[in-house]
């Protein structure tokens, strides 16, 4: 596995402003993917960044609106651009050694926009 | 389009009782992965288990267990003797193969909420 760190822990923001949340993986890694959990619900696929390629982005998300970076093979960050109240969720990253399948999660971050 | 049911939105038993929560998935692909995952009250999600569509092994890890039936597309997860810190809420998630290899985005369930009374 690995350890993964998210910054911040969470933050409370305002509508109209925008949050970039940090994921540092302790190995490195291609793949490191991005989620959302709304307040009591599931998790949402939000993208898939791999180092050296632009982020794929699930349908109902847009570069606009989350735009990633993934400079390199620890470190990746997702922006919330524009907040709503309707972005007010947990954001996780989460990473896949090489040649596995499963996914360690990072922490999250809890976002409030008021 | 993948989907992943967890049709049991809470299940409430008391301590020492074994319980079983239902996973059905739906995909196209003949290569894919099924995965639980717990989400204690703490929040941080923990990976239980991988199970790759060509292996329909059951499998046992001290007080869990997994049946994987692929004439089902079922993946159920069973705990036996449940305890008290078994609360959480578990979710079932499906991915399937990636071109080129390597790990793809998860579809997760609705998860189910465990509450182990004492």
């Known amino acids: 596995s690995a350890v993964i760190s998210q910054k911040p822990s969470r933050d409370i923001c305002q509508r109209g402003t925008s949050l970039t949340i940090q994921c540092q993986v302790d190995s490195q890694v291609t793949m490191m993917f991005w989620y959302r959990q709304q307040p009591g619900q599931s998790l949402t696929l939000i993208a898939t960044a791999n180092q050296g390629s632009e982020a794929t982005y699930e349908s109902g998300f847009v570069i606009d609106k989350f735009p990633i970076s993934r400079p390199n093979l620890t470190f990746s960050t997702l922006t919330v651009s524009n907040m709503s109240p309707e972005d007010s969720s947990i954001y996780l990253c989460s990473v896949a050694m090489t040649g596995r399948y499963e996914q360690y999660f990072g922490p999250g971050t809890r976002l409030t926009v008021t | ?118």
């Open chain 2, 1 to 118: 389009a993948q989907k992943v049911t967890q049709a049991q939105t809470e299940i409430s038993v008391v301590e020492k009782e074994d319980v079983t929560l239902d996973c059905v998935y739906e995909t196209r692909d003949t290569t894919y992965y099924l995965f639980w995952y717990k989400q204690p009250p703490s929040g941080e999600l923990v990976f239980l288990i991988r199970r790759n569509s060509f292996d329909e092994q059951n499998e046992i890890s001290g007080r869990y267990s997994w049946n994987f039936q692929k004439s089902t597309s079922s993946f159920n997860f069973t705990i036996t003797a449940s305890q008290v810190v078994d609360s959480a809420v578990y979710f079932c998630a499906l991915s399937e193969a990636r071109s080129g290899g390597g790990a793809d985005g998860l579809t997760f369930g609705k998860g189910t909420h465990l509450i182990i009374q004492p």
